[in-house]
């Protein structure tokens, strides 16, 4: 089975500073992908990133990265210089296989809330 | 172009009513979800439709849970005989390609907050 975890409930960073927002995966697939996406207050989920298990660069856009570490299979998120409109809450999921399904459902993590101080 | 749309945003039913929610995809997006976030269980995974194919219906938790997927575009999941316990926020997605090879991401509707009294 495919599991995600954030174990961070909550972070704090300051405004301007870089923050790193952890995510962990266990899956048994070869292929997979990995998306982290952001849920200010208002609620809708804004996609941020992708990266592919067979990517060999990590994925940049813009001022976020993702730190794809596959042998500790860990796929933390990056956000250089915060600012305050970061503060929301981040879910790491995951995409792949499941068995001999291919629909492509994303399983979520619990997600992590970061809040950015002026 | 437009988004992934939802009614209601909101829905106060009381507990034993049946209640219908609608999502319309992007145009062009051949892929649909249902995904449900409540406190207590975080983003579940319901239904997914892909075309003609036949819907992947193992994420919904009970038999009161249905969903259709008309003309492969508007989506309506549908829960009857509502039960406390299925407050939560409603999420619909749409992507242009459920191909786990690609990097397509899941885009988004707004949600229908339901609250069960």
């Known amino acids: 089975a495919q599991k995600i975890t954030q174990t961070q409930p909550g972070m704090f960073v300051q405004e301007k500073e870089a923050v790193t927002l952890d995510c962990t995966y266990d899956t048994s697939d070869q292929s997979y992908g990995l998306f982290w996406y952001k849920q200010p207050s208002s609620g809708e989920m804004i996609f941020l990133i992708y990266?592919?298990?067979?990517?060999?660069q990590n994925a940049t856009e813009g001022r976020y990265s993702l730190n794809f570490q596959k042998a500790r299979k860990s796929a933390n998120l990056v956000i250089s210089a915060s600012q305050l409109g970061d503060s929301a809450m981040y879910f790491c999921?995951?995409?792949?296989?499941?068995?001999?399904?291919?629909?492509?459902?994303?399983?979520f993590g619990q997600g992590t809330t970061l809040q950015v101080k002026p | 172009g437009a988004g992934v749309s939802q009614s209601p945003s909101n829905k106060v039913t009381e507990k034993g009513k049946d209640v219908e929610l609608r999502c319309d995809p992007i145009?062009?997006?051949?892929?649909l979800y249902w995904y449900r976030q409540s406190l207590g269980q975080g983003l579940e995974f319901l239904i997914y439709f892909q075309g003609n194919s036949a819907p992947d219906k193992s994420g919904l938790p009970s038999d009161r849970f249905s969903a259709e997927r008309t003309g492969g575009s508007v989506s309506t999941l549908t829960i009857q005989r509502t039960q406390q316990e299925d407050s939560a926020v409603y999420l619909c997605a749409s992507t242009r390609s459920a191909g786990w090879t690609s990097g397509y991401e899941q885009y988004f509707g707004p949600g229908t907050r339901l609250t069960v009294t």
């Open positions: 990266q592919g298990s067979y990517d060999e």
């Open positions: 145009s062009g997006h051949t892929a």
């Open positions: 999921a995951m995409r792949g296989l499941d068995g001999s399904s291919n629909t492509g459902k994303l399983i």
